[in-house]
């Protein structure tokens, strides 16, 4: 039975750039139709590039697209391997465009570039529909600027796209498994219905989008999970036959491992509902999969079973969150945590004198800052139960880094927060040092939910010419 196999070369934006080398390097010596992915967009990444966009329309796709591509292009194309990734983030075009720039600088003037487009729904939504919509996620967006709103699309257009015959698939908000069902349903044909199969190939795509997490990545802890050689993981590939079943492996002579216990971890990522995982293309079952170790660094996963997807898709809305201040500054040494604290009590003090009305968040990393929340709540209350967290969960000496935190409308705010920190260097406890500041413009998400009839007639697959 004929097989896919298909790697990838990245599991989030600024994942490893040299990761995909061995993983196109492994696909070049396999017998069938080979693909690389890239899965580099989250909510968040979503929201800078619409950031990036808003100040400069030629931007908008990852800034790392050419540290990604640009190695690996000549390779991949000489060796057959098709690209497909979600780089094109807010401006897929922008993203072709720059793809065939590389293309050209590299010798390559017979690469083919498509799209996929029609995830943003401002091109055919008015922002007071989009508003009036309730979120189901993050903030409200009533008396919010909204900055863009993108649909999640499933796989059947990146499966169009393919079909032109191209090289490379740039997407803008797709799900992260549709890079992989695309392919999938591009080289096997599988029907619009054909839930189980949709299924198994979603499954795949869950598995290799977070690139090393699972290869060892991530799931590493010493001691309980010894994972060897992990500076040099190796990224995933997985190899699906017609039937949806698949062996998930890894790029050859690399660190890291591929075991059951890998698999079932990242199988368990991100899943709110193991029976019922949402998609634009099937709704996965994912509750009886078996996952068998069959060899060193060899799974096969089947058993995946698929139903009709649900009437809406998710969308993402992008919010002007106006301007975050930081500051940060480190105690070290003796009495270390009291003087931590100190700086602490006087930074918010100092943004009450400068009449900062907005909620200023100051932690102290080492002393149960991960834990707390954005108002301290849970380290005050800890005070008032009469504990002492100096003694009770630091030591006294250490190394600690203060750092205060303001969201606010106007950027003179947020300087004067992260300004307080700056400050302290002479105004404050004895021997702080190793001040950063940064003031950014912010931007917010929230998620909708919208009617599929809404989005999928304007969704288009073209190819893009220099």
């Known amino acids: 039975m004929p097989k896919v196999y298909i790697g990838c070369g990245a599991g989030f934006s600024g994942d490893r750039f040299d990761a995909a080398g061995p993983v196109v390097d492994t696909l070049a010596a396999c017998d069938g139709s080979r693909y690389l992915i890239y899965e580099v967009l989250a909510e968040r990444t979503l929201a800078i590039a619409q950031r990036l966009r808003r100040n400069n329309p030629e931007a908008g796709y990852s800034p790392y697209l050419d540290h990604y591509i640009e190695p690996i292009l000549g390779q991949a194309k000489a060796n057959g391997v098709r690209i497909v990734s979600n780089m094109g983030a807010a401006n897929p075009l922008g993203a072709a465009r720059r793809v065939l720039e590389l293309a050209a600088e590299a010798g390559l003037a017979d690469l083919r570039v498509a799209v996929v487009t029609g995830d943003n729904l401002l091109a055919v939504h008015s922002v007071e529909t989009i508003r009036d919509l309730p979120t189901i996620e993050g903030i409200g967006l009533a008396d919010r600027e909204i900055v863009a709103a993108n649909a999640y699309l499933g796989a059947r257009p990146i499966a169009d796209a393919l079909a032109l015959g191209v090289d490379v698939v740039l997407v803008g908000r797709t799900t992260d498994a549709a890079l992989v069902l695309g392919p999938l349903i591009h080289e096997f044909g599988w029907a619009a219905d054909d839930w189980d199969r949709l299924a198994q190939g979603t499954m795949a795509g869950h598995l290799l989008e977070c690139g090393g997490q699972v290869t060892g ?249 220099a």
């Open 217 to 465: 990545a991530y799931f590493a802890d010493p001691g309980f999970k010894d994972v060897p050689d992990l500076a040099e993981v190796g990224f995933p590939i997985a190899e699906v036959n017609e039937a949806g079943d698949m062996i998930i492996t890894k790029a050859a002579h690399t660190g890291g491992l591929v075991s059951r216990a890998t698999v079932i971890e990242q199988a368990l990522y991100e899943i709110h509902d193991p029976a019922s995982y949402l998609t634009p293309d099937v709704i996965l079952d994912l509750s009886d999969i078996s996952v068998e170790e069959i060899a060193p660094d060899r799974v096969r996963v089947t058993g995946a079973k698929g139903a009709p997807p649900p009437a809406t898709l998710k969308a993402t809305i992008s919010i002007d969150g106006g301007w975050l201040g930081e500051g940060e500054i480190t105690y070290a040494g003796p009495n270390a945590l009291a003087r931590a604290e100190l700086a602490a009590s006087v930074i918010r003090r100092r943004c009450q004198i400068l009449g900062v009305q907005e909620p200023v968040r100051v932690d102290i990393f080492g002393a149960g800052a991960v834990h707390d929340n954005d108002i301290g709540s849970k380290r005050a209350q800890a005070k008032l139960s009469h504990v002492n967290l100096s003694q009770a969960k630091s030591p006294l000496s250490g190394e600690y880094r203060v750092r205060a935190a303001v969201r606010s409308a106007e950027k003179k705010t947020a300087q004067q927060v992260s300004d307080e920190v700056l400050s302290l260097y002479c105004s404050g406890p004895a021997a702080g040092g190793g001040v950063r500041q940064y003031v950014t413009e912010h931007v917010s998400t929230a998620s909708i939910l919208i009617d599929r009839d809404e989005v999928l007639p304007h969704v288009r697959a073209q190819e893009v010419f």
